[in-house]
């Protein structure tokens, strides 16, 4: 099994640049869609076996579950925010698949 990544800098900096302004712009309610779209080019350039991967994750879904991560973490005082990273991943791996 080979796997491989065949993105760049200039690719990587243009969405790091975009994600940043998606971001700046709304204001923080675009992060959802501007991780999406990392994601996204993430998956875009890579391949597993010779096919390459695919994100349809959506902005809309991810917001839903960071409102209800946000949610469990004032519940529980902050506690449940060490599991949010580990939540993002399980989403974004549950939305990643071969082409």
């Not at 640049?17 to 501007?34: D, R």
């Not at 990392?38 to 879904?61: M, V």
Request: aromatic share 14%; hydrophobic share 50%; charged share 10%.
């Amino acid at each position: 099994m080979e796997s491989k990544f065949d993105g760049g800098l200039l690719g990587l900096i243009g969405t790091y640049l975009l994600v940043f302004l998606l971001t700046f712009v709304t204001l923080g309610i675009g992060l959802p869609w501007g991780m999406v779209i990392f994601e996204r080019w993430i998956a875009n350039h890579t391949t597993i076996d010779g096919k390459r991967l695919e994100f349809d994750g959506t902005g809309l879904s991810l917001l839903g579950n960071g409102l209800l991560w946000l949610l469990l973490s004032i519940i529980t005082l902050g506690i449940y925010g060490l599991w949010v990273p580990i939540k993002y991943k399980q989403w974004a791996v549950s939305h990643t698949h071969h082409m």
